[in-house]
């Protein structure tokens, strides 16, 4: 009788701190919307519909309209566990929608520090798509977490008849091999500016944010690699609602950052570029040093007063 008390105690303290989890980065993520929509109104609302902007609108305002749905499943008696069946693949899209989204938006403003350069296209665009495709494997072996007796409704991958071993853990690690080449390839990019002491606000802000966005998420990461192997399977995902909700949240800081910092740098200077039809938010004249390079960088076609990659 004693370790069946036990074992419905630890299966309650399970439960209780994966709704715990989910329902913390959930209001961090609507703090910071609440402390941040003046600027969205105005440098996002207010600006020109590009790809860029409606890939941020999509990431800001699904992912917390998505993951009310996760709260009421975790939360609610209501969902059988045929539903629950159903629900965790919805989960495990919905989760990794919004860090595909977030990662793509890096992806465009590593390209546009490059000039569309299509060695780093190919190299970002490869680890992107291999990213999704282990990911997207990896969803067709989702299923909901088994508490005897008690009601739950979140998610594990590799469940049922399915044997994918280490794979699990790759949920973590390709997101974080991703990032970490992205990062570098900024570093790379921008130090010499750096070291000159030429950079302008929106490359500091790019630097700045990315090392950010990157510690964050890094620790998040590696924490959910080491869970995904080693922790109980009530808590093996317990990270990856973490994980989205903050991509999400450094995602739109980054984004409107930027765009803030750009407004300021157009009303001096009025060249900047976007990347083909991505239309990028990075400035061209903060990342070209010498003025030449600003004028008229190789690939540049000069169009009614501003330059396309």
């Given at each position: 009788?004693?370790?069946n008390?036990?074992g419905?105690?630890?299966e309650?303290?399970?439960?209780?701190t994966?709704?715990?989890?989910?329902?913390?980065?959930?209001?961090?993520?609507?703090?910071?919307?609440?402390?941040?929509?003046?600027?969205?109104?105005?440098?996002?609302?207010?600006?020109?519909?590009?790809?860029?902007?409606?890939?941020?609108?999509?990431?800001?305002?699904?992912?917390?309209?998505?993951?009310?749905?996760?709260?009421?499943?975790?939360?609610?008696?209501?969902?059988?566990?045929a539903?629950?069946?159903?629900?965790?693949?919805?989960e495990?899209?919905?989760?990794?929608?919004?860090?595909?989204?977030?990662?793509?938006?890096?992806?465009?403003?590593?390209?546009?520090?490059?000039?569309?350069?299509?060695?780093?296209?190919?190299l970002?665009?490869?680890?992107?798509?291999?990213?999704?495709?282990?990911?997207?494997?990896?969803?067709?072996?989702?299923?909901?977490?088994?508490?005897?007796?008690?009601?739950?409704?979140?998610?594990?991958?590799?469940?049922?008849?399915?044997?994918?071993?280490g794979?699990?853990?790759?949920?973590?690690?390709?997101?974080?091999?991703?990032?970490?080449?992205?990062?570098?390839?900024?570093?790379?990019?921008?130090?010499?500016?750096?070291?000159?002491?030429?950079?302008?606000?929106?490359?500091?802000?790019?630097?700045?944010?990315?090392?950010?966005?990157?510690?964050?998420?890094?620790v998040?990461?590696?924490?959910l690699?080491?869970?995904?192997?080693?922790?109980?399977?009530?808590?093996?995902?317990?990270?990856?609602?973490?994980?989205?909700?903050?991509?999400?949240?450094?995602?739109?800081?980054?984004?409107?950052?930027?765009?803030?910092?750009?407004?300021?740098?157009?009303?001096?200077?009025?060249?900047?570029?976007?990347?083909?039809?991505?239309?990028?938010?990075?400035?061209?004249?903060?990342?070209?040093?010498?003025?030449?390079?600003?004028?008229?960088?190789?690939?540049?076609?000069?169009?009614?007063?501003?330059?396309?990659?």
């Open positions: 009788m004693s370790n008390s036990t419905v105690s630890v309650v303290q399970e439960l209780v994966t709704n715990y989890i989910g329902i913390a980065g959930l209001v961090i993520l609507l703090y910071d919307h609440l402390i941040t929509f003046d600027d969205e109104v105005k440098y996002v609302w207010c600006s020109n519909k590009k790809p860029m902007i409606w890939l941020f609108l999509i990431n800001r305002y699904l992912t917390p309209l998505a993951f009310g749905v996760n709260i009421n499943a975790y939360t609610s008696s209501a969902w059988s566990d539903a629950c069946g159903r629900f965790v693949v919805y495990g899209i919905m989760g990794f929608v919004g860090v595909a989204i977030a990662s793509l938006m890096m992806a465009f403003r590593v390209v546009a520090v490059y000039y569309g350069n299509r060695y780093v296209l190919a970002i665009s490869f680890l992107y798509l291999a990213m999704v495709g282990i990911n997207a494997w990896l969803l067709t072996t989702t299923g909901p977490v088994i508490h005897p007796g008690i009601h739950g409704c979140s998610m594990l991958f590799g469940q049922g008849n399915h044997h994918i071993g794979w699990v853990s790759a949920t973590a690690w390709t997101p974080l091999i991703y990032d970490t080449t992205v990062v570098i390839l900024i570093v790379l990019r921008t130090q010499y500016i750096v070291r000159a002491k030429i950079a302008g606000k929106v490359v500091t802000v790019l630097i700045r944010d990315g090392l950010l966005y990157f510690s964050v998420i890094v998040v990461n590696l924490v690699a080491v869970m995904i192997v080693r922790a109980a399977d009530g808590i093996k995902n317990i990270c990856a609602q973490f994980q989205l909700l903050m991509t999400v949240t450094m995602m739109s800081r980054i984004t409107l950052n930027l765009r803030k910092n750009m407004d300021v740098s157009i009303s001096a200077n009025s060249i900047y570029t976007t990347v083909g039809d991505m239309h990028s938010d990075i400035q061209l004249d903060s990342l070209a040093a010498p003025p030449r390079a600003i004028l008229n960088p190789p690939g540049i076609e000069r169009q009614n007063g501003y330059g396309y990659v």
